[in-house]
């Protein structure tokens, strides 16, 4: 089981990956704008427990892997992410595909 300070470092970094600032990520989720600030400080030992809940929801933060340090489920989320790549790359490489077959007047070598 995580300690607060892991929980606090984890919503931190998620909070700066999705290229928020904390006061934007609070403001989004009404709550307090000197909720971090006071956790961070040491203020807050015991920190809200729905409020870190509304926090990771609004940031798509598995639960387990934010308590407990259960990495699958964020492995789940990173091989979607990796699938998206693909798909990505596929529909490129179809693009190419068919305006290479247009220029070459539909004559091409497979």
Same mark, same amino acid.
């Given at each position: /089981? ?5 929980? %606090? @470092?984890?919503? %931190? ?7 928020? *600032? ?9 709550? $307090?704008?000197? #909720? #971090?600030? =006071? ?18 929801? #609004?940031? =798509? !933060?598995?639960? $387990?892997?934010? #308590?407990?340090?259960?990495?699958? !489920? ?5 091989? *979607? =992410? ?8 596929? @529909?490129?490489?179809? *693009? ?10 539909? +004559? /091409? +070598? +497979?």
């Amino acid at each position: /089981m995580r300690d607060s300070q892991q929980v %606090l @470092e984890i919503l %931190l970094d998620s909070i700066h990956k999705k290229g928020m *600032t904390e006061k934007d990520c609070l403001l989004m989720v009404n709550i $307090n704008t000197s #909720f #971090f600030t =006071e956790w961070k400080k040491g203020r807050v030992k015991n920190p809200s427990y729905n409020n870190i809940v509304i926090i990771a929801d #609004f940031l =798509e !933060l598995d639960l $387990n892997y934010l #308590f407990l340090g259960k990495p699958y !489920l964020q492995k789940q989320i990173e091989q *979607t =992410e990796l699938l998206e790549v693909v798909k990505s790359q596929q @529909e490129t490489i179809k *693009t190419l595909s068919d305006t290479v077959k247009n220029l070459s007047g539909g +004559k /091409m +070598k +497979k």
